[in-house]
T-cell receptor
Framework: QKEVEQNSGPLSVPEGAIASLNCTYS??????FFWYRQYSGKSPELIMS????GDKEDGRFTAQLNKASQYVSLLIRDSQPSDSATYLC???????????FGKGTMLLVSP | DAGITQSPRHKVTETGTPVTLRCHQT?????MYWYRQDPGHGLRLIHY???????DKGEVSDGYSVSRSKTEDFLLTLESATSSQTSVYFC????????????FGPGTRLTVT
């Protein structure tokens, strides 16, 4: 059974701080990874995708991938109260047909 | 929501009745997926489609069937609804296979009494 593990949180950070969200995956053949943001009562929204080892930056978001350690992370710089949401990590299976999602980490950013 | 609609958005039904949920896309994407989301379980794949009339099972397919007769529509049917199928159901689409981004519809909240 392929698994994606995330700490459920909540992760609480003050406004302006860096939030660090982490994820590990079990399928060593996974090549593609995604971060989704989900506000309460809403659908998941794709915010980052990463396919290669290293860092990928997009605005205040940086995704980091380490395939050797089977570890993916998301950094949110200058966190805002509007960033308060649940963040879902997903890994594509090695057959490239489906995604496995983690259960999500709740982030709370206090003003 | 990337040109994806789901209907109905909310439904309450009784145990034992059949229920069909519809996902409609205007993006002409090949892949379509049905997930359910429950507290403590996260998003779990029910069924997916990789083309018209081409479908496959996901992690939690028991009690569900799907059909895709047109590129734009993907139907999820609960043949005989049970209380354990009370959940939020999300449809997602992708231009190519699981290695590509998936975009989600607004969801359907289903309650089985």
């Amino acid at each position: 059974q392929k698994e994606v593990e995330q700490n459920s949180g909540p992760l609480s950070v003050p406004e302006g701080a860096i939030a660090s969200l982490n994820c590990t995956y079990s399928d060593r053949g996974s090549q593609s990874f995604f971060w989704y943001r989900q506000y309460s009562g809403k659908s998941p929204e794709l915010i980052m995708s990463i396919y290669s080892n290293g860092d990928k930056e997009d605005g205040r978001f940086t995704a980091q991938l380490n395939k050797a350690s089977q570890y993916v992370s998301l950094l949110i710089r200058d966190s805002q109260p509007s960033d308060s949401a649940t963040y879902l990590c997903a890994a594509a299976d090695s057959g490239y047909s489906t995604l496995t999602f983690g259960k999500g980490t709740m982030l709370l950013v206090s003003p | 929501d990337a040109g994806i609609t789901q209907s109905p958005r909310h439904k309450v039904t009784e145990t034992g009745t059949p229920v069909t949920l519809r996902c409609h896309q205007t993006e002409n994407h090949r892949y379509m997926y049905w997930y359910r989301q429950d507290p403590g379980h996260g998003l779990r794949l029910i069924h997916y489609s990789y083309g018209v009339k081409d479908t496959d099972k996901g992690e939690v397919s028991d009690g569900y069937s799907v059909s895709r007769s047109k590129t734009e529509d993907f139907l999820l049917t609960l043949e005989s609804a049970t209380s354990s199928q009370t959940s939020v159901y999300f449809c997602a689409i992708s231009e190519s296979a699981g290695g590509a981004e998936q975009y989600f519809g607004p969801g359907t909240r289903l309650t089985v009494t």
